[in-house]
């Protein structure tokens, strides 16, 4: 993966397997602060319990003063944490608690998605189909008050844009052959004020270089 040398103030070390996985939003925010970054895929499960919660992602901060690391275990921990550091959380209160709550309705979806494609019933199904228009719905309008720029937030990039974009890579990491019903739902309700978001992403310079290999394998539109 990626990896910067920007930055006289801290070094991470990310765990992970080497896949897309839960930790593209951590990935993005790292190659977007310009942060001295590298990532590692610990053998798994050997080394399982050399990690703190006996599970992964894992970020590892190294302080150039010579403090103690920082650990952070929690992929949404660890990505509000960045956020906030390097200035891609509104200062705002209550405009930060709304991209959380944008987040925790994507990680809400991408849970029962997941079960779903484990062979949840009727119920779940129902669930998530709600839950999927309520994200369309609701990220559009918020993209609407924002003056339809392809931000979240004013006319640059933040938290919430890197995190839809991370969902999105997520949700669509499917072999073409095998994606799910749910999958191709939500590719046909994507709307042109999110597809923007997505462009703004894709073409951003920092990020740029990073998604050209994951479009080529699981394009997020079409």
Do not use: C
Request: aromatic letters at 10%; hydrophobic letters at 40%.
């Amino acid at each position: 993966m990626a990896n910067n040398a920007e930055s006289a103030e801290s070094t991470y070390t990310l765990r992970y397997f080497n896949v897309v996985g839960i930790i593209e939003t951590i990935r993005l925010l790292l190659l977007a602060s310009k942060a001295n970054w590298s990532e590692v895929h610990p053998e798994w499960p050997q080394e399982k319990y050399d990690q703190p919660f006996g599970r992964m992602p894992v970020l590892i901060e190294k302080s150039a003063d010579g403090n103690p690391d920082f650990v952070l275990t929690e992929s949404r921990t660890i990505e509000r944490y960045l956020a906030r550091k390097y200035g891609f959380m509104p200062t705002d209160l209550k405009e930060a608690a709304r991209q959380e709550q944008l987040r925790d309705l994507q990680a809400d979806v991408g849970i029962l998605s997941n079960e779903v494609r484990l062979g949840a019933g009727d119920e779940a199904k129902e669930r998530l189909q709600f839950l999927i228009d309520r994200l369309i719905e609701f990220h559009t309008e918020v993209l609407k008050e924002n003056g339809d720029t392809g931000y979240f937030l004013g006319n640059k990039l933040s938290y919430i844009d890197m995190a839809l974009y991370g969902f999105f890579s997520l949700i669509f990491s499917h072999p073409p052959l095998s994606i799910p019903t749910y999958v191709q739902d939500i590719k046909k309700s994507i709307t042109p004020e999110i597809k923007k978001v997505i462009d703004n992403v894709e073409s951003h310079p920092l990020l740029r270089d990073h998604l050209i290999g994951i479009t080529q394998l699981y394009p997020l539109l079409e």
